[in-house]
């Protein structure tokens, strides 16, 4: 339950420190970088405690999370890689502290 209060606390706190200016925006758009979990829903079970999400899930492959990162270098697409990036970081730091793994 923490970890998904963090995935909503985290991008609060980067939207606030980076995009004060435009937070209600910013704030949508990280929300909106969620729907990558939707890849949750091709797992059988859809959900398992005792699994990692990082490398077995589709969406959250190591090479997709590369190109997470290449969006946060392009302006038009920053607050949404930052979002994919802060929700694959929180996925790994959760791997770790159930499973003692960081990826899978």
């Keep these: 339950m923490f970890h998904l209060f963090l995935h909503f606390a985290v991008p609060a706190v980067v939207v606030g420190l980076l995009y004060r200016h435009r937070w209600q925006l910013a704030y949508l758009l990280m929300m909106a970088t969620m729907v990558v979990d939707l890849d949750h829903l091709l797992a059988n079970p859809i959900y398992d405690a005792s699994r990692c999400s990082i490398g077995f899930h589709p969406l959250h492959q190591p090479w997709f999370i590369s190109l997470y990162v ?28 159930t499973n003692g793994v960081w990826i899978s």
């Design 70 to 97: 290449i969006l946060c270098f392009i302006p038009k697409t920053r607050i949404i890689g930052l979002g994919l990036i802060i929700h694959m970081i929180l996925d790994s730091v959760d791997c770790q502290t």
